[in-house]
């Protein structure tokens, strides 16, 4: 079982893919995508789906996993991801991939056990985790926690865990699978 | 030359394709992609690309026009829009598309001789405009304006007019061209 984090952005979209091998979780690869700062937004945004569409060819997961959005911030900056996310998720759609959702405090708990980790906690966790030579960035570590995130559900899901947690005052499983709508 | 105008939409996003010859607007063809409800996100999204590229291949143009988006909705609606507007743009990027911007006063006002037309009165301006048989759809109208908008746009520069107007209290040309960065 193969699986693909992945965090869109629209400078930055970091992917991190990750093996489960007889109950162990195995780094495969990770980068960050980043479309040439000054281009036209279509342009760019191709360069995200051309991306991802390599990525997907060269590791072949069999599932993928994205960070649910709360939106809190401008509506601005809402679009741009949106954007982002939009070129990103058509490709893995178009791929036939299934892509899971997982809320920002479900991968941090699952990571360090705690839901309020910064990202320097969450870059070391990741590379604790999966054993690496070097701390990844933090986009590229943002994916492959998200990929381990996916992981551990699954791994859960076949112990038949019925775990149920709260985040963000909503009722959730414990691992907040969502399928992305 | 023909335009592609493209109104990109979550749940409808309208296509329509004008071509100019010898300084005459003629109409292509217009629809309306519909994702089919209740399906996955990523599912969704890789319709409305693949429906694009679609378009595309069967109808060639040679440039591309969308809404320019003043945010003012929503960051939750930002979002949702801007992911279909991701899908869509990255699709004509990775076509390789050159594609413009046109804030919605400047289309009607090209359209209409009025900034302020509602949707009704958009549909039998681009009826009358591109000589129809029948009324198209709202969000295919749309997109149709947008490629006459094009048309135009090119057709003023080609005169060397140099009009200006204003659109929203910020200065612009007259048409409003601004490539989507």
């Not at 036209?40 to 390599?54: F, I, K, M, P, Q």
């Not at 990929?147 to 499983?173: D, V």
Request: with cysteine; proline share 3%.
């Amino acid at each position: 079982m193969r699986i693909l984090g992945i965090d869109p952005g629209s400078n930055a979209t970091g992917f991190g893919v990750v093996e489960r091998l007889d109950g162990k979780l195995v780094h495969v690869a990770h980068g960050t995508l980043r479309p040439p700062r000054g281009g036209a937004l279509c342009d760019r945004l191709a360069y995200l789906a051309t991306g991802v569409a390599e990525v997907l060819a060269l590791h072949r997961p069999d599932a993928a996993a994205v960070e649910q959005v709360f939106v809190s911030a401008s509506s601005r900056s809402a679009l741009v991801l949106g954007q982002a996310r939009g070129a990103v998720l058509a490709a893995l759609g178009g791929a036939g991939l299934s892509v899971e959702e997982y809320g920002t405090q479900t991968v941090k708990k699952m990571l360090t056990g705690a839901g309020g980790a910064d990202k320097r906690q969450m870059q070391r966790m990741v590379r604790q985790a999966l054993a690496l030579d070097t701390t990844p960035g933090v986009d590229a570590a943002d994916a492959l926690a998200l990929a381990i995130c996916h992981a551990q559900a699954g791994r859960l899901a076949a112990l038949g865990a019925t775990a149920r947690g709260r985040e963000r005052g909503r009722r959730r499983p414990g691992w907040t699978v969502r399928r992305a709508r």
